[in-house]
């Protein structure tokens, strides 16, 4: 089941009223031991062998996590430094296997005839990449005395909350596991911003990135021999926007279900294409990752407590393991790698000249150094990307797709991503003043009208099997 | 306690209005709700179909006249819609090449029509089609506007030599050819002949049909043909589809309609991974695998072959490899069988091209990995069991292009014993009797 499907939407609703009917007569502790049991049904229904494997994850973290306090109020080390080894190794075998498998054995094949390493099929449970870090970060905190460990069912939620099981956003232990603990009677915020964001989400989600999708990205990426130079960058630039609606409309749509079940998220995304430099990109873009990364493996490192050299040493290597994160492939490393040596290249200009490009020149050198950053992230294998770099030199071959359409659309993005944050409240506040069935209808007209305005209307939205 | 109870009223408020809305969503949507539950989880609702909003309506001639006007409102603005994209297409084009983006107004070519010989006249010879008048175009839209029409104008009038017909079953395809004209009969020879690879010229047109496998496939597949043979390829495919599901997707339909645009010469299709499911066919439920659904589906993939058949494009139909889900296991040979029966139907244009040895180890069951002589175990599928990935798309692009080969440059007259060819005719075997026409 997908969050934005209709059968999840459908159980979601009758779940809603046994959650609330629930903490009215029973209190927090049964609204959070349904929303456990909840959470391992729905990881059960991609495979229940997942949820085995969560279960398993999350008691080694926690008894882990136990084990930090010493009897004589000391904390230990060890029980970090193996819970950090154990979740590696656990993501390792799960997700990098194969790649390490491969990649090793195209490095032994000439030293050693006939080597070779066991084939295993592992099946990639979702969001193992996610739950790791969030159980990590869990568990780095209790080791630096930053929270106390949790309760056994407390912290089986925190590292199974289905709003944020699949792909984050990636919580520190303060943000969701403090709002699991806390005794107090929970109550829906603000239920017009949560139906806000559902109407954001399928906007973004449903209409804007499956527009993109089906009459850019797919095709020019598809097969870029035939395009024109012009069109190859747009097909660029779509891509890039479609990512960002297909993530932070996937991200509204989480915050408002937890909103609707009493907790609020962390922000994940602060429009990302606005950022004037790449290290504001990253205070913009899938924003836990990003802290995360920074906390646990930048300052780990060192940060930039030593040389100037150490940290962009530091810099890179914590960009290259945030672009392996992202999946198991050479091209992701690459990836990594160029958002590094991009940061590397900006500090370096910062240390020899005080001297700034306006805004809306860099906000352009980044927008398009990020583009082409997500053409190594969309890449299958090297060959892809030359060929696709090699089409910018295409100035001969007639367009065929609406390329001055495009960019009028891209103007209409930047400019909406400029007023997002007034037109969010303002429409919140619009939404406020209705009552509940206003609302509702409000929420009902805008679905139909992007139901129309989407390419497949309603199949094609959901993430059918094939 | 009156907190709690502003609380309490808050909740409830916020809970009826998602209630209400999702109730109402059920309710508008519930046609395309329960299509989608049959595509997505292959369930049968019986519930016949659920209404759709505008059968809520009342049945009054206001109500009707109301209808209308919104729809012509639609049609109006999606028109606006049209020619306002295609307007942008042209100025886009005139700025980036100026005036060579502007079509060139084709010069007819005049197709005299030749009998055939005199002992397999069946019918009587056809009249001389008149060429379209050349057309100079005032502005640059209407130009625009005409592409499509001289494009299919230009397609050729094939003019069949052989009388035998192989058809078993005819179809009501609009065929811009000669309807009703008789296929090629199969003789032995023909028959070997056709079995060999498909000649490509670079005036080919390939048209690949399929589902999410083809989806895959087909960017490997035309930058390929395209180095290869310098052809240029209509990659249709789309997620999800099959031949189970007609009112979600109806390939026989598409492809008649992708004929009726482009003369293509090739189809390639690719698919079957959606359709292992039962049916139900006016309200008749049939199970998967059973006599009376095979008889279904055979049908279907008839058709599309037939409509390849009748515009003489030679066609590909590639094998589902075994599939590795659950639910999927062992289908394939079932769906494979009937594909494999009908493109025997028709041995003069259809070939079936099983993928089993292809991307397997034994040749029948689900494998991961393959053993590559070069690259030792690699992973060809995906871990959903059923796609695959790139190492395994080059296999099977592979697999494609060894059922192609490229035509000779200079064409000549071949006097083929099996084939009355007509003297005009630029070698004309029965093996590929449209793509060395061409």
Redesign the interface.
């Known amino acids: 089941m997908h969050y934005l499907?209709?059968?999840f939407?459908?159980v979601f609703?009758g779940f809603?009223?046994l959650y609330?009917w629930l903490?009215?007569a029973r209190g927090v502790r049964a609204q959070n031991l349904l929303l456990l049991v909840a959470s391992y049904l729905f990881y059960c229904s991609f495979d229940w062998r997942f949820a085995f494997l969560l279960l398993n994850f999350s008691l080694v973290i926690l008894a882990l996590a136990q084990a930090v306090q010493g009897h004589n109020g000391n904390r230990r080390r060890w029980p970090v430094i193996a819970g950090v080894v154990l979740a590696l190794v656990n993501l390792g075998i799960f997700k990098y296997y194969?790649f390490f498998r491969?990649e090793s054995?195209a490095l032994l094949?000439p030293l050693f005839n006939g080597a070779?390493l066991p084939?295993l099929?592992?099946?990639?449970p979702v969001g193992i990449s996610f739950y790791t870090f969030q159980g990590l970060a869990y568990l780095i905190s209790v080791g630096r005395g930053e929270c106390k460990p949790a309760k056994l069912f407390d912290g089986l939620l925190h590292l199974s909350f289905f709003p944020t099981l699949l792909a984050g956003p990636i919580c520190r232990p303060n943000e969701l596991l403090t709002q699991i603990q806390s005794p107090d009677?929970r109550?829906?915020a603000a239920?017009e911003v949560?139906?806000l964001l559902i109407i954001s989400a399928l906007i973004k989600k449903v209409w804007l990135s499956a527009w993109l999708a089906e009459e850019w990205v797919n095709p020019v990426?598809?097969?870029p021999?035939?395009y024109?130079s012009?069109e190859l960058l747009c097909g660029l630039m779509a891509y890039a926007w479609q990512l960002f609606f297909d993530f932070s409309g996937y991200t509204d749509v989480v915050t408002a279900l937890a909103l609707?079940l009493g907790f609020s998220l962390p922000v994940n995304f602060r429009q990302p294409y606005l950022a004037t430099s790449l290290s504001d990109f990253w205070r913009r873009w899938h924003i836990t990752l990003s802290r995360w990364i920074r906390d646990y493996v930048y300052i780990s490192l060192g940060g930039n407590r030593a040389s100037w050299g150490r940290t962009q040493m530091n810099l890179l290597i914590a960009m290259v393991l945030s672009g392996f994160w992202h999946g198991a492939s050479a091209t992701f490393i690459v990836w990594g790698l160029w958002h590094g040596l991009g940061l590397i290249a900006q500090n370096c200009w910062q240390k020899i000249t005080s001297f700034t490009l306006p805004d809306a020149i860099t906000q352009w050198l980044t927008f398009a150094f990020v583009c082409f950053g997500w053409l190594l992230f969309r890449a299958?294998?090297w060959e892809s990307v030359t060929?696709y770099v090699a089409g910018f030199s295409r100035?001969?071959t007639?367009?065929?797709?609406?390329?001055?359409?495009l960019l009028a659309a891209m103007v209409v993005f930047f400019m909406l991503a400029r007023r997002a944050e007034p037109m969010m409240e303002k429409s919140a506040a619009a939404l406020r003043v209705l009552p509940?069935?206003g609302?509702?209808?409000a929420?009902?007209a805008s679905?139909?009208l992007i139901?129309e305005l989407a390419p497949a209307?309603?199949?094609g939205f959901?993430y059918?099997?094939? | 306690m009156s907190s709690t109870q502003d609380m309490e009223s808050q909740h409830t408020k916020a809970l009826l209005g998602i209630t209400f809305a999702s109730l109402l969503l059920v309710a508008l949507k519930g046609s395309a709700l329960l299509q989608y539950w049959q595509q997505t989880h292959h369930i049968l609702l019986e519930f016949g179909s659920l209404p759709s909003a505008s059968s809520y309506l009342p049945d009054t001639r206001l109500i009707k006249e109301w209808k209308r006007q919104w729809d012509n409102t639609q049609q109006y603005w999606s028109g606006i819609i049209d020619q306002s994209e295609s307007r942008m297409l042209l100025a886009g084009q005139l700025l980036l090449l100026g005036d060579e983006a502007l079509p060139e107004p084709e010069l007819p070519v005049v197709v005299a029509p030749v009998c055939p010989k005199q002992e397999v006249i069946t019918q009587a010879c056809p009249e001389p089609v008149a060429p379209p008048k050349p057309v100079a175009y005032e502005t640059p839209a209407a130009a625009m506007a005409e592409t499509l029409t001289v494009a299919s104008a230009q397609t050729s009038i094939a003019i069949d030599t052989v009388a035998a017909n192989t058809t078993t079953e005819s179809i009501d395809t609009p065929d811009e050819s000669q309807p009703g004209e008789p296929l090629p009969e199969a003789t032995p020879e023909a028959i070997t002949a056709a079995q060999g690879p498909i000649l490509l010229g670079a005036n080919d047109r390939i048209l690949l049909v399929g589902d999410s496998l083809m989806q895959g496939l087909a960017p490997h597949l035309i930058t390929n043909l395209k180095r290869k043979y310098k052809v240029e390829s209509m990659d249709l495919s789309k997620h999800s589809t099959g031949l189970t599901y007609p009112a979600f997707f109806d390939w026989p339909a598409t492809v008649e309609d992708a004929f009726e645009l482009e003369d293509y010469t090739v189809v390639i299709v690719f698919l079957g991974a959606n359709d292992p499911w039962d049916m139900t066919i006016q309200g008749r439920y049939i199970r998967f695998g059973s006599e009376p659904w095979a008889a279904v589906y055979r049908e279907r993939v008839a058709r599309i072959i037939n409509t390849a058949a009748t515009h003489r494009a030679r066609l590909v139909w590639l094998g589902v490899p075994p599939l590795g889900r659950e639910d999927l296991l062992g289908k394939a040979p079932t769906l494979n069988a009937i594909y494999a029966e009908e493109a025997s139907k028709m041995p003069l244009f259809a070939r079936f091209v099983a993928t089993d040895p292809t991307l397997t180890a034994d040749g029948s069951s689900f494998t991961k990995f393959l053993e590559l002589p070069e690259r030792g175990s690699v992973m060809v599928r995906t871990d959903d069991g059923v796609h695959f990935t790139t190492q395994g798309h080059r296999l099977l692009a592979n697999l494609t292009l060894t059922q192609f080969g490229a035509a000779p440059p200079a064409e000549k007259p071949v006097e083929d014993a099996a084939n009355a060819t007509d003297g005009t005719d630029t070698g004309n075997t029965a093996t590929n009797n449209k793509i060395t026409q061409r």
């Open positions: 499907s209709p059968e939407g459908l609703v809603l009223w609330w903490g009215s194969n491969e054995l094949t070779s084939v099929e592992f099946v990639l009677e109550k829906i239920p949560a139906i990426f598809a097969n021999d035939a024109h012009l609707l299958e294998d060929t100035w001969d007639l367009p065929s797709l609406n390329w001055m359409g509940w069935w609302q509702a209808l929420l009902v679905a139909l139901m209307g309603m199949p959901i059918f099997g094939f």
